[in-house]
């Protein structure tokens, strides 16, 4: 059985996304797609040896503007991590984030992929998708599975592709939760944790996914000392 590493998460800077990318493309790591990774692990398809996955979280309206240049450039694929309410506008300051339109043009551009950042649970008005104090397993799991629902009726109705993968908000989760996005269809989680990923071909692999953030205030030299 084959394994491979995976990774992912960078910064807002494209002179910085431009260096990160140098340097992992000499250091032998291929930028691949999530459909990628899901396939190699659930039926069997191919992925380099050194594959790392470049996931931009909550669809920020700047990622067309300085992150998109840049993919097209070097012609790499990268992940958003859609928050539903902030790209349907109900949810946000105007023009903060991609619209679910946006959204799906970049998606055909071929090189993004859309994934789950929850529909409505990406506030601070609770802990993420952890299940509040008091509250049942069944109403927890019924939750999360009306979210992910949402989530699908919101990229259908804009024309969007949005794969069965969820980035869990500020890294919360919770066992509850993950049991209920499988259950409600998901197969692949992502944590807010720094480690990298061994993928093997059990798609159990895919859940809770370890990620490294990419900060401003990091050095791309840092960066892959990270990833060693």
């Known amino acids: 059985m084959r394994k491979r590493r995976g990774c992912g998460r960078i910064h807002r800077s494209a002179a910085g996304l431009e260096s990160d990318l140098e340097a992992l493309l000499a250091a032998g790591y291929t930028p691949v797609r999530l459909s990628q990774v899901l396939d190699y692990a659930r039926s069997g398809g191919p ?3 050194r594959p790392v996955l470049l996931v931009f979280d909550d669809g920020d309206a700047g990622f067309a503007h300085w992150a998109m240049p840049v993919l097209k450039k070097y012609d790499v694929p990268a992940v958003v991590s859609v928050i539903g309410d902030a790209a349907a506008g109900a949810q946000g300051r105007a023009g903060e984030h991609l619209t679910w339109s946006q959204l799906a043009a970049l998606e055909k551009t071929g090189l993004v992929e859309l994934q789950s950042h929850s529909a409505s649970l990406h506030t601070y008005a609770r802990p993420g998708v952890k299940r509040l104090p008091g509250g049942s397993e069944q109403d927890h799991a019924a939750l ?16 969007a592709a949005l794969l069965p993968a969820f980035a869990y ?15 409600a ?7 807010s944790e720094e480690y990298s990923n061994m993928l093997t071909r059990s798609p159990e692999c895919l859940f809770r996914l370890g990620r490294f953030e990419r900060t401003g205030f990091m050095t791309t030299a840092q960066l892959l000392a990270k990833l060693k």
């Open 144 to 159: 999360l599975a009306a979210d992910a629902a949402r989530m699908r009726a919101m990229a259908d109705e804009a024309g």
């Open 185 to 191: 269809g998901m197969q692949a989680t992502m944590t």
């Open 47 to 49: 992925l380099p040896r």
């Open 169 to 183: 908000p500020y890294g919360a989760l919770d066992a509850n939760a993950e049991k209920a996005l499988k259950a």
